[in-house]
């Protein structure tokens, strides 16, 4: 397991030669964050391991947050990135994980950090830092309730990478007990709908296209679960849940466009799920922790996952999806 990691990472200095750029780096038990030379950077709430804020170098926040959020640790952060583990919503007919709430508890759960690594983009671009800090949650640590509606003894590795164009963000699950255990696995990311093109009227979701995901089928969560097939690039009019799969390879990404720009790329890692969801005008103001009410025009979850059936872990074997998130413009 690799140790703690130490506070506050300042600019290396040795004598007669000029400081070496470094990653800034702080943990105050509660959160770890993380800045770029570049300018880029990242904080996640070790409650959850949710990563709550990812900014590009002018400061851009790139992640949806609720004004509302609670990141106390009270309850599940509404925006960021939530882990989804060990069910994607409630699965009252899967016996062994029926009796655990909506999502699992990996997102409830207070995580430790193991640890960061830098590493340079190319040898010798030392300005051109990328971080990745580890996170782990293991049986022992969940609550005694927790334990007792799952009582699988697993280990959960998740990784966070941070470099200056794209966020990586990969979950591994490890089956540690002497029985197999069924799982499913999301990545459920609030990306942040901002519009920064001057030429598009309107500054909201309704300018937003998804492509990548025609001729996938999907089930249509607002539509009796209905299954369906996307006929062309998706847009977002009302209330939409969808669980696609897609046929493409998980390489070919998704893109979310903003008024006709590429916003976001992302790109899957043996995850064979797509859930895409904005929960409109009805289902925000349902939600206490949503604000502002009208917020659902700034975000959209597109949530990669292995969610379509279940992952049968046998004892000793792990499972690892990730997604990478490019930056468009
Ligand atoms: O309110 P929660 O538990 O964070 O879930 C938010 C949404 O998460 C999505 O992944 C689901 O497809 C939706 O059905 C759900 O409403």
Redesign the pocket.
Known sequence: MVGRATRPTALASTPGLAPQPQVQFSDDNARVSAVLPTGESLEILLYGATVISWKDKNGDEKLWLSDAAKLDGSK?VRGGIPLVFPVF?TAPDHAATAKLP??GFARTSRWEFLGKSTSESAPGQAADLSVKLDFGLSSPSLDSETQAKWPYSFNLIYSVTLSRESLTTSLVVTNDDDKPFDCQVLL?TYLRVKLTNPSTPQKDIANVEITGLSSASYVD?VDGATTKTQSSALTITGET?RVYTPSTPPSDPVTVLEGGKTAFTVVRDNLSNV?V?NPWTDKAAG?ADFAPKDGFKNML?V?PGAVGTWQTLEPGDAFEGAQTIGIGY
């Open positions: 599940a919503g909506q999502h459920h969560k849940d859930v969801w939600m979850c949530e």
